[in-house]
């Protein structure tokens, strides 16, 4: 039971579900003796500075770029499919075109040569194994903010904020193949706060939290019609979809009390406002939310720790 992306192209069956096939095929997986090794490259510049006349106060901030060379990756089967549908028709399942690498490039050559079919279009072999990945670079900022104060009468305060964002994401599998900025693919940015707050016996501590939106499953196909069809690239009925995940934010939070030198307790509540992640239109189904930012359905949880100190 499989699914061929090939032929769902060819019939423009956009869903491309697995079924059971009439025919068999054997499945190849080995090493490759021609893997080069990894190497790469990476450099930060930054800066901290703990701000004059405001003690406690500090800021950070940090450029980052990494790159790496012959990274080596497995290609699967569900790949090497893809590839080949997209390599022989240039366009991918939903209708969308086929950017992952060029028709007529060494991968897709190499791809299409992994994928043996008879004169029917069923599959009679599939080849599958590690290869280098040409290139890939990261690239992207860190920032923080740390503010401590002590008070009179109302007790300690710390309160940190801690911000990432990848400015982009470029990789390509063989030389021969374009430069693509996934960026968009993956999240984008990520945002952390904390203010904690300390009192004889007393403690507090609120957490919030913010994953940067992605791009929908779908992205650039073209959207289901009101009559149920799912038109392809090219068609004069296909509107492209342009969905977007928004942002995941959440807040948590924490309240304990220390009793004595061996009793504490904590009450700590997650996604305080029952949040549960969205599921887009083309995901596939209620299991298939965006869990790269974090997202799930389990909403709030409430627990409750007691900590006993023994001799």
């Known amino acids: 039971m499989y699914a061929d992306p090939l032929q769902c192209i060819q019939v423009h069956d956009a869903n491309c579900q697995a079924f059971q096939h009439s025919s068999y095929f054997t499945l190849y997986s080995g090493g490759n003796p021609n893997l080069l090794p990894l190497t790469g490259h990476s450099w930060t510049y930054g800066f901290v500075w703990d701000i004059p006349r405001v003690q406690g106060l500090s800021v950070s901030a940090d450029y980052w770029h990494m790159t790496i060379n012959n990274e080596i990756q497995f290609i699967g089967m569900d790949q090497i499919l893809t590839d080949e549908a997209g390599c022989l028709t240039g366009l991918q399942v939903s209708g ?155 807040y948590s939070g924490s309240v304990g009390y220390q009793f004595d030198k061996r009793l504490k307790m904590t009450l700590t509540i997650n996604n305080i406002f029952d949040k549960v992640g969205p599921i887009g239109y083309y995901s596939g189904g209620f299991e298939f939310i965006p869990t790269s930012q974090g997202d799930d359905y389990s909403g709030r949880q409430v627990f409750l720790t007691i900590n006993y100190k023994l001799d």
């Not at 900022?141 to 982009?168: C, H, I, M, P």
């Not at 968009?184 to 007393?202: C, F, H, I, K, Y």
């Not at 403690?203 to 799912?230: F, H, K, S």
């Not at 009925?237 to 342009?242: A, G, L, Q």
Request: proline letters at 7%; a negative charge; glycine letters at 8%.
């Open 96 to 250: 969308a075109p086929y950017t992952a690498h060029v028709p007529g490039s060494t991968y897709c050559q190499e791809a299409i040569a992994d994928v043996q079919r008879d004169s029917a279009g069923n599959i009679l072999a599939i080849h599958t194994g590690p290869i280098n990945e040409s290139y890939q670079s990261v690239s992207g900022v860190d920032a923080s903010v740390d503010y401590a104060w002590q008070t009179e009468n109302w007790g300690a305060f710390k309160f940190q904020l801690n911000w990432t964002d990848n400015l982009s994401w470029k990789q390509r599998t063989l030389p021969t193949d374009p430069l693509i900025n996934t960026r968009n693919q993956r999240v984008e940015s990520r945002m952390t706060a904390s203010l904690a707050w300390t009192r004889g016996p007393w403690n507090a501590t609120l957490y919030g939290l913010r994953w940067g939106g992605v791009e929908q499953q779908n992205y650039n196909g073209c959207e289901v019609l009101p009559n149920g069809i799912q038109p392809s690239a090219g068609d004069p009925n296909c509107i492209v979809f342009k969905g977007n995940y928004p942002p995941w934010v959440i």
